[in-house]
């Protein structure tokens, strides 16, 4: 099972990055894919996530209206687009994969993350 988060980076606040999170192992078009990040010293939040359909969206107050995520099942893949960025967003973003997409799902699998980085 593999989940390789990527597309991180360094913006300026008020910009934008995209992040993709490219699956494979394991029956991606059967999971809920959700997006995580972790800033130094502080516990990792769940910022966002999808259904394996992508019906239903989740998002944290933190992130409404300015993320969106979205998922290519033909490619495997779930992107997450971050406009308006704020150096609050900073941290590591990791993507993971399970059964449902709400508020305090568990995930199965796990990859790596890529670092976002946003300056004021």
């Known amino acids: 099972v593999q989940l390789q988060a990527s597309g991180g980076g360094l913006v300026l606040a008020g910009g934008s990055l995209r992040l993709s999170c490219a699956a494979a192992?394991?029956?991606?078009?059967?999971?809920?894919i959700g997006w995580f990040r972790q800033a130094p010293g502080k516990e990792r939040e769940g910022v966002t996530c999808?259904?394996?359909?992508?019906?239903?969206?989740y998002y944290a107050d933190s992130v409404k209206g300015r993320f969106t995520i979205s998922r290519d099942n033909a490619k495997n893949t779930v992107y997450l687009q971050m406009n308006s960025l704020k150096p609050e967003d900073t941290a590591v973003y990791s993507c993971a994969a399970g059964g449902l997409c709400y508020s305090g799902a568990t995930y199965s699998y796990w990859g790596q993350g890529t670092q976002v980085t946003v300056s004021s």
């Open positions: 999808i259904n394996a359909s992508g019906t239903s969206k």
């Open positions: 192992g394991f029956n991606f078009p059967y999971y809920a």
